[in-house]
């Protein structure tokens, strides 16, 4: 079986933390951009990347790589690919694409040319084309092409890796689970400790969490990958990769991991998620405002994701959240490392505490820092004791 190139595209800022996943896996890093990893493998290596990646978007297998000037040369190009050894003619393609180059004011035109181009070959060959559409539900071939420089993948995963399966109930502007994963990882928690989530909203720091915590494979609950409909897919490799991740796992975890919520909706959200990822037994969830989270002795780490804020309106109310978080920081917080991951830096002045890092990433198109505190100062003296509440 013969190694390719393998891209993993993930956010920008996310990089530093790909790359020790793909080191710990035992693949080497052959390349580092902005916006993602380069290492190598064969194709049933992809397998292994999609199930334990946490923080990658996709794991693209190289076929060929070209120079084309024009859509002429795309698809001449495309069609020296042997596509009948990786797609049935009664199989489903679809195209997608990065495009930058000034022959192509439509990227969608590129992805029919490459469509094209793979179908027509398979017509040749066996007298029937595939379907083609834009659903990710079978085999899906990616083009990069900026400039001259094309690169033709297999798109291993399909659909995105953020898509753990578990988020059933996701509410308003819910944090993707591969950056989720991204700042737990950033904290250096490694389960050394608790983890404590006010706001939880949906739970997805609090579930991206417990799997770090169990060792969990983020893959696990998915049950369809692009790969699945390549010929030649090795189920039995895939079945015993799936055996050898549960096999490794732990059950128990030693550090509590808390989720509160004033609403609710988020708190039942967050259940439910949890619970189909089945990691509702780690997950103490409770109906609190962010200031009365209990926080277990022992310490660890404290991680909120607060409101960015749009409106004017929006904008001085969550001046005092913020400046309240920085006094439940100071009073309730020694023994722990406070963050706030944010995408407006003016609202983090309010926590009126001094930061000893800021780490860089991206929520979408939004710049956003996690933004670390060490927690020194101020007494516990006169607040309540929250340890012993009900759901705790």
Partial sequence: MHKSRIVIPCAKGIPPFLKEEVLSLGFPVLAETVSGIETEGTMDDTMKLNLMIRTGQRVLFLLKEFDAKHPDDLYDKVSTIRWEDCLSEEGYLSVTSSVDTPTIKDSRFANLRCKDAIVDRIQKRHGRRPDSGPEKNGVVVHLFWHGKQCRVFLDTSGETLSRRGYRRIPLKAPMQETLAAATILATHWKTHGNFVNPMC?????AIEAALIALDRAPGLLRDHYGFMHLKGFNASEWRALRRASKGRAKKIFNGKIIATDIRPEAVEATRKNAATAGVE????CGLSSYAETPLPEGGGVILLNPPYGERL???QKLEEIYQG?????????QGYTGYIFTGNLNLAKKVGLRTKRRTPFFNGEIECRLLEFDLYE???KGQPNLRDQKFF
């Fill in 201 to 205: 909203g949906s739970g997805t720091l």
């Fill in 281 to 284: 037994h780690l997950i103490k």
């Fill in 313 to 315: 309106g929006e904008i």
């Fill in 325 to 333: 978080i920085g006094d439940f920081f100071k009073k309730r917080g």
């Fill in 378 to 380: 101020g007494s516990r």
